[in-house]
């Protein structure tokens, strides 16, 4: 006959023991979440590599550092669309960037009470504007908009020595900087929310004091709340240039789908996936091959570029510690 | 209404009075370019006899592997197979309905069907070496239009398309220089000019930006009111772009000689005909893999050929000439195990 202090143990025992076995189970399926992510990542960059592997290996290096792209004589070269997508983004992050910011410090410090959730859901719904809706709103609106406009800018801009030159070109409204404000708009609503999100978490205590001591506004959000939020603020602009890395139809429609390197952000480009997104359709062989070589250089792109930003954030990070 | 109800209410009936097998859904896959004209169709057809044709628009090198690989019942596609490639898979092809591509411009001060170009002059304008629509070439061309000192915009598709095959493919005709460096493809290395997504692409653009020209299907520039050229043929004569010179371009072209119909109608030598038409082949197996689909197929064109010719031209398509539609029903005859 067992006491009842044993049976207890016994009880407690067993119920450990069921928790020890749903605790592994958990851990199991939380670690299959994660490696699903990496198997899908691996996944679709082995696929695009071996549906590319006739022009990524066939044609070599020829392929990273040509800028011809000629399907009737079988020449790829990928040069073209990887400026493109480059310069957009870039372009597109550094307008909607400072504005993301702007609207984000408004609504969490200056703004008052009533108009924050509106103005907050407003930009949520943003966001989940479809990228083709963008892309007929540019071409119908906002490239004739453009067009009336670029004289105006090439007479301005355009005579500034050094960056001048980036501002000269027919005014067709169409082009890398037509592309880059339309992806500004796109990536905007990313990068705002999550950084009226994260300025939000700040506790309120670090801001309150820092008014206590006579700070003003702008000295609290850029003494306070942005190094304190800094991670998260960089994440969500990554987030944002990521989005504008891939982005395709809104492009398609206002970029100019010519293959071209040019200096000047007035004239039309390509980008990376508006090619494919053009071409995919009717390629056949090579062809079909270079496209799918020139989805595996976009993984390698956004790879390098987050690669790049990540490192700089580091070094940062290192350099205020010391 | 009441009228067609009955009909397919009887046509049902009667099917199923003498035993004959139920509705055939059937499925083709291909080129975008006929997608409209076979859904308009295919919707008669199946009030009238019962059977489905579903027809999936995606492009004319799917269309090419779906019906290679036998998933579909036919393929379309705007590029013909050679001979050698229909043997290859025991394909055969056949042109179902002709289009016509017509350079769209926006000038001021140019009506509509105005302008006049020629082919060479065409070739150097999407070279890139007329540059200026004052150009003392196409002043040459047309002594009554008052042509503004303005600079002329390229605007080409940017998708791969079976018109930009077929305007390549006439550009080449007309233009030695053209063939040697730019070619014939469905995407080619543009020189000069900027990339259109589509029909609606390209006449977007053109409706936008002044100076501009570019080329479209016929229905687009119809539909979009755009601005379009007339064109000096391979006869030398000046023709307009419309119903009359593209079935003109058909019955001029020659197809009596042509293998399995592998013949691109551009620069076709009659004095009425458009110089850039078009058309778009159906692709079918010599032996059906499914015979009651096979019989269907041929049913729905045979139908197509003789009761579609209204629709076809309300959709801006023009039918094929009533000889060619002989010639097809002979090689389908003589081609095609029934």
Known sequence: MSSPIAIATRAIDLRSRADAR??????????????????????????????????????????????????????????????????????????????????????????????????????????????????????????????????????????????????????????????????????????????????????????????????????????????????????????????????????????????????????????????????????????????????FLLFVVTFVVLLVARLMLRRLARREGA | MKAKQLRSFIAAAMMLASGQAAAVDITGAGASFVHPIISRWSATFAEETGHRVNYQSIGSGGGIAQIKAGTVDFGASDMPLDTAALDEHGLVQFPEVIGGIVPALNVAGIEPGTLVLDGPTLARVFMGEITRWNDPALVALNRDVALPDAAITVVHRSDGSGTTFNFSDYLGKVSPEWKEKVGRGTVVKWPVGIGGKGNEGVSAYVRQMPNSIGYVEYAFAVQNKLGYARMKNAAGKVVAPDTASFQAAAATADWAHAEHFNLLMTNAPGAEAWPITATSWVILHRQPKNPANGKVVLDFFRWAFEHGREQAIELDYVPLPPALVTQIEAYWKAEIRQ
Do not use: K
């Open chain 1, 22 to 295: 749903h605790d592994a189970w958990f851990r199991w399926l939380l670690a299959s979440c994660g490696l699903l992510v990496l198997a899908a990542l691996l996944g679709a960059a082995l696929a695009t590599l071996w549906g590319g592997r006739e022009v990524l290996f066939g044609h070599g290096f020829a392929f990273l550092t040509s800028a011809e792209w000629n399907p009737v004589s079988g020449e790829y070269g990928a040069l073209a669309p990887v400026y493109g997508t480059l310069v957009t983004s870039l372009v597109a992050l550094l307008l909607a960037v400072p504005v993301a910011f702007g609207i984000a410090m408004f609504l969490t410090e200056i703004a008052p009470a009533w108009m924050r959730a509106p103005v907050a859901s407003a930009i949520e719904l943003l966001a989940s504007i479809p990228s083709i809706i963008y892309g007929m709103w540019g071409l119908f609106v906002f490239v004739p908009f453009m067009a009336r406009v670029e004289p105006a800018i090439s007479a301005t801009l355009g005579r500034l020595p050094l960056v001048g030159g980036l501002f000269q070109g027919p005014p067709i409204g169409l082009g890398l900087l037509t592309a880059g404000i339309v992806l500004a708009v796109m990536i905007l609503p990313f990068i705002c929310a999550v950084m009226r999100e994260v300025f939000q978490a700040v506790p309120v205590r670090l801001r309150e004091s820092a008014y206590a001591l006579g700070a003003t506004t702008w000295e609290v959000v850029w003494h306070i709340v942005l190094p304190y939020t800094r991670g998260a603020v960089v994440g969500g602009i990554f987030l944002g240039l990521g989005r504008a890395l891939g982005e395709t139809m809104a492009v398609t429609f206002v970029l100019g789908n010519s293959y071209a390197i040019t200096g000047s952000l007035l004239m039309p480009g390509t980008s990376i996936s508006s090619a494919i997104a053009n071409e995919f359709n009717e390629a056949v062989g090579t062809h079909r091959s270079a496209l799918i070589a020139l989805g």
